[in-house]
């Protein structure tokens, strides 16, 4: 499969008229119409942005007995 920063998908939701649209950067988007899909993939990177990372976990502290 190809990888890259130019590298879009459009892929067809089997069993609905729904495509997913799928940027290189991660982002997704759902919708009928393969002409929007193209238009908001093409317009990168306005119109949508990277997944944000999830967020580090901090350590818990725990009481320690006196």
């Given at each position: 499969?190809?990888t890259?920063?130019?590298?879009?998908?459009?892929?067809w939701?089997p069993g609905?008229?729904?495509?997913?649209?799928?940027c290189?950067c991660?982002a997704?988007?759902v919708?009928?119409?393969?002409?929007?899909?193209?238009?908001?993939?093409l317009?990168?990177?306005?119109?949508?942005?990277?997944?944000?990372p999830?967020?580090?976990e901090?350590?818990t502290r725990t009481?320690?007995?006196?």
């Amino acid at each position: 499969m190809l990888t890259g920063d130019r590298v879009y998908r459009i892929h067809w939701m089997p069993g609905t008229d729904i495509l997913r649209g799928v940027c290189h950067c991660g982002a997704e988007r759902v919708a009928e119409e393969p002409v929007e899909l193209w238009e908001w993939l093409l317009a990168h990177p306005q119109g949508h942005r990277s997944p944000a990372p999830p967020a580090p976990e901090l350590p818990t502290r725990t009481a320690v007995p006196a």
